[in-house]
Every structure is written in C-alpha cells, then in structure tokens.
C-alpha cells in the first residue's frame, strides 16, 4: 500500500462557529470517501469544539485540524492554546508552520521544533508547512531553505513519529491572493527533496511521509499537483472556502490522482 491521500483546507482568519459547522455539516454529508485518502478541515480554533462535537457523530471522517499550537504544556502565554488544551478538543490534526505565521508572526525554525517535539510527544498528527519565499527563490536557495527548514523543524523527532507527519511545500510566493501558483515543474524537483532529507533524517520511514503542494491551487490548476509523482494530496486555501470549491478542487485533485495511478 503507497503513501494516502490527503485533501483538505485552512480557513485561516475566517469562519465563525456557526460558518464552519454550516460548512463541515455540508461537506461531510456530500464528499465522497475513497478508501486510503483523506480529508481534513482547519477552522479556527474558535470553531474546534463546535466542529469536533459533530464530526464525532458522522462517518464521514473528515479529519479536524488545529492553525497552530504553543510548545509549552502550560502557564503565562497569552493568547496561546496547547497541546492539552487541543486533545481535550479532539483534535486530530496540527498545521505548524505556515508561511503567515513564520512571515507574519515571526515564527523561527527553533520555534518550530518545540511545537514538534510536543505535538507528537501528545500523539497528534502534524502538517508542517515547508517554503522559501520570493527572494530565496531568486536567489536561487530554494532547496537550501526548504531542507534547511526541515532540519531544524524535524531535529530530534524520533523515527517512530514519522508515520505521524505530513509535510505540505508552499512555496511563499504562491499563496494567497497576490501569489502566483507555483508550476509543477517547480513543486515536482523539491518534493523530491523533500522525500530525499525525510529519508536523511528518518530512514525508510521519511520515503512514507506523504508530501502535499499549496499554494493558489484551484480546480482548474488541482490535477496538474496531484497528477505529479511526488504529490500525495493539496493544503487548499481560498478555493477551499466554499462547499462547492472544497468538492470542485478535490474531485480534480483526484482526477490527478487517478491519473497517475493508471500510469503506473
Ligand atoms: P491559497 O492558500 O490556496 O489561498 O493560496 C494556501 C495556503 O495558505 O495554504
């Protein structure tokens, strides 16, 4: 059995309780499951409860997702939200790394290994977000950053914990409203990468850690990811935000996938 398939999307600063559980209420009841792939949806954590409580009670299986999460387990950190604070919510996903919260937020690498190392002490899954921005790519140190990133993120996580990982590239230039979407001839070579320092810093089991693209997808540019060796699945952003975009990107993205997979 290959490596799942994982489609899902970040609402970012958007939603409140009541959107996200119209939202999630709609999705789980019209999404179609496929065996050995996955959705999830990250609302903010506002919503979580709302959205956990409902998700319990649905065979949809729709994974729910945290933004973000402090290292510490407790104590004087205003405004932040732990990893005990997470599971009492059932939780079963934490996005770590995302380019506005490294950009934006000034999140280091340091940073981000303390996030890792007690996200998965506490068992949750992690998507870490991996990418180098518009100026590291002009010059020319994409491969640098995005390995550099990884390092440091993943130092001292046992192997054991890989099958626990997933990591999304999105390059930064390719998100949001100003980004341009990457080519897939620009995500195909750093998935590789990827692949090659997972398996560095893991062994085989870095080879099973499923690999996602971001960044400006949509259905229109979805299949032209997934269809890609290296690509296990998309960390959709604004496309995403509607039932209607959430179903009309992932039905493309499978497309892709079958695609692929009917290539051998
Ligand atoms: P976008 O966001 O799809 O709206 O570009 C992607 C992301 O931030 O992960």
């Not at 079963?92 to 934006?104: K, S, T």
């Not at 993943?154 to 990982?165: D, E, M, Q």
């Not at 604004?238 to 009917?262: C, N």
Request: overall charge negative.
């Amino acid at each position: 059995m290959g490596r799942p398939f994982i489609f899902g999307t970040n609402f970012k600063m958007n939603q409140t309780p009541a959107e996200s559980v119209t939202f999630y209420r709609e999705l789980a009841a019209r999404v179609t499951t496929r065996p050995h792939t996955q959705c999830y949806v990250i609302p903010p954590y506002t919503s979580l409860p709302a959205v956990s409580e409902i998700a319990r009670d649905d065979d949809s299986q729709i994974w729910i997702g945290a933004q973000n999460m402090h290292w510490a387990p407790e104590g004087a950190y205003t405004g932040e939200i732990s990893a005990r604070i997470l599971k009492a919510l059932d939780v079963d996903l934490v996005l770590l790394g995302h380019a506005e919260r490294r950009g934006l937020f000034y999140e280091t690498d340091p940073d981000l290994n303390r996030k890792l190392l007690t996200a998965f002490d506490a068992g949750f899954r992690v998507l870490l977000a991996v990418g180098e921005t518009a100026d590291e790519r002009h010059y020319r140190v994409s491969a640098e950053t995005v390995s550099r990133q990884l390092k440091i993120d993943l130092h001292g996580i046992p192997a054991a914990h890989a099958s626990h990982l997933i990591v999304a590239y999105e390059p930064v230039w390719s998100i949001g409203a100003g980004g341009t979407p990457a080519s897939p001839g620009d995500v195909e070579p750093v998935a590789m990468l990827i692949r090659d320092v997972l398996a560095g810093l893991f062994g085989p089991a870095g080879r099973d850690v499923p690999v996602l693209y971001g960044g400006s997808v949509n259905p229109e540019n979805a299949a032209a990811f997934t269809v890609l060796p290296d690509i296990d699945g998309l960390l959709v952003g604004r496309a995403g935000w509607t039932v209607e975009g959430f179903l009309a990107t992932y039905e493309a993205a499978l497309a892709g996938r079958d695609l692929a997979a009917s290539r051998g």
